[in-house]
């Protein structure tokens, strides 16, 4: 998926554990475990500016598109 998901580079660099943000924006481990490593196929806009609230950060810092390059054709 070209979604790529930077959750935990942003919670390293607030130094901030899985537990404490699932405290912050009231979802479960589960949930943002599977955010954490990619797996989530969708995210609420209101989801995202809870974890935005509470790292700190803009939403790019958290999603990043890639191109993916299976798709990608040079001519």
């Known amino acids: 998926m070209p979604i790529i998901v930077n959750l935990d580079v942003m919670m390293a660099k607030r130094k901030m554990s899985l537990n404490e943000l699932s405290e912050k924006v009231e979802l479960t481990l589960s949930n943002?475990?599977?955010?954490?490593?990619?797996?989530?196929?969708?995210i609420r806009f209101t989801t995202l500016e809870s974890i935005c609230n509470a790292l700190e950060c803009q939403p790019g810092d958290i999603l990043e598109y890639k191109e993916d390059?299976?798709?990608t054709t040079n001519h």
């Open 32 to 42: 943002l475990s599977i955010l954490k490593t990619g797996k989530a196929k969708a």
């Open 69 to 71: 390059a299976k798709k």
